[in-house]
């Protein structure tokens, strides 16, 4: 009876220190899939600051386009922009307007 108990004994304990080393095997595996190989978690941590970065990019950049729309905007609907866009940049003078140019003399401001 004691021999039986004993054999049971060992043969519990082999199964245990198998599974044991199988499951540390596992362990050991999972922990080189999340710190090692490809698709690491410092690759998560890269692409999720990159996605931050990126973020804030779009942003950015949509107010700009929302400012560039609204000018747009303006373009369409009223001339009053468009003649002051073109006094600005083009130099238009109106019909009815008389252009002024004042030079100063170089000591003078």
Same mark, same amino acid.
């Given at each position: 009876?004691?021999?039986?108990?004993?054999?049971?004994?060992?043969?519990?304990?082999?199964? /245990?220190?198998?599974?044991?080393?199988? @499951?540390?095997?596992?362990?050991?595996? +999972?922990?080189?899939? #999340?710190?090692?190989? =490809?698709?690491?978690?410092?690759?998560?941590?890269?692409?999720?600051?990159?996605?931050?970065?990126?973020?804030?990019?779009?942003?950015? /950049?949509?107010?700009?386009?929302?400012? @560039?729309?609204?000018?747009?905007?303006? +373009?369409?609907?009223? #001339?009053?922009?468009? =003649?002051?866009?073109?006094?600005?940049?083009?130099?238009?003078?109106?019909?009815?307007?008389?252009?002024?140019?004042?030079?100063?003399?170089?000591?003078?401001?």
């Amino acid at each position: 009876m004691l021999f039986m108990l004993a054999k049971r004994h060992l043969n519990t304990s082999a199964k /245990l220190k198998s599974l044991l080393i199988f @499951l540390l095997l596992i362990f050991g595996y +999972l922990q080189y899939k #999340l710190w090692i190989a =490809e698709g690491k978690v410092q690759d998560l941590w890269f692409l999720e600051q990159r996605i931050a970065h990126l973020e804030k990019e779009n942003s950015v /950049l949509n107010q700009r386009n929302n400012g @560039l729309s609204a000018e747009v905007d303006n +373009l369409k609907g009223g #001339l009053e922009v468009v =003649e002051l866009k073109a006094r600005q940049e083009l130099g238009w003078i109106g019909e009815d307007e008389t252009f002024f140019q004042f030079i100063y003399p170089d000591n003078e401001p």
